[in-house]
């Protein structure tokens, strides 16, 4: 089974539109992150929730707004999508102690 | 702020040669220190990480970091590299007791045969 699974893989849409990207982890643990990695590779923390509280909410604009229905789920909505969206966002969950953060294998979002 | 600085970010070399990748951090307290590799079109992989002990680490693929505490540095360290290790490598830290992990910019090695 994989830790961290994310769907979908890839997702194309067009400007404007509102999509979702869901992320499920398996592992029991406390905290899960989104991360958006840009096209020069940068990975910028976005959100960070611990046992389904909002724990970190960097400078993202509102469009995009993550919801934990349990421990297990983080998922990311975004509204109005626009072209500077465009990038692989990356799901993670790691332990209070942060012994480890295992990583979903991302999803590549293309706003056209 | 807690910050993560990788430098050299593209780093060229040929198979058989040694690769050395710097990463200071900017926190005074406990910290967490990871190094995180991602192969191309892939997610990202734990390499290795240290939380407290010997300061030398060994990790996966004949990867290891050293932590010097009064330079807050963890290097990483591979004494021949493969084509294979052509990947990004990102630098991590967290801190004990707060929700943040943070990485560095990454480092883009890529190993010539």
């Known amino acids: ?8 893989k890839y997702l194309v849409t067009q400007m404007g539109n509102d999509k979702s990207i869901k992320c499920e982890q398996n592992l029991g643990h406390d905290t899960m ?3 958006k990695q840009d096209s020069k590779k940068f990975l910028k923390i976005m959100f960070s929730y611990n046992n389904k509280e ?5 400078t993202v604009p509102n469009r995009f707004s993550p919801k934990s229905p349990d421990k297990a789920h983080l998922n990311l909505h975004i509204n109005s999508l626009e072209l500077g969206d465009s990038a ?16 979903g294998q991302g999803t590549r979002l293309t706003v056209v | ?7 050299n970010h593209h780093v060229i070399l040929s198979e058989a040669a040694s690769l050395e990748l710097g990463c200071n951090y900017s926190y005074g307290g406990t910290v967490n220190l990871f190094w ?3 192969y191309p079109g892939q997610h990202l992989q734990l390499l290795l990480k240290y939380f407290s002990g010997d300061p030398l680490v060994k ?15 963890f290097n990483l360290r591979k004494p021949s590299v493969q084509w294979s290790d052509t990947a990004e490598y990102f630098c991590a830290v967290s801190i004990y007791g707060n929700n943040r992990l943070a990485f560095g910019k990454g480092n883009q090695v890529v190993v010539i045969p």
């Open chain 2, 1 to 7: 702020a807690q910050s993560v600085s990788q430098h």
């Open chain 2, 59 to 73: 990790g996966i693929k004949g990867f290891e970091a050293e932590f010097i505490k009064s330079k807050f540095s």
């Open chain 1, 33 to 35: 992150y989104w991360y």
């Open chain 1, 54 to 58: 909002l724990i970190i909410n960097e």
């Open chain 2, 36 to 38: 995180y590799v991602q």
């Open chain 1, 1 to 8: 089974d994989t830790a961290v699974s994310q769907t979908p």
């Open chain 1, 88 to 103: 692989v966002y990356f799901c993670a969950a790691a332990d209070s102690g942060h012994t480890e953060a295992f990583f």
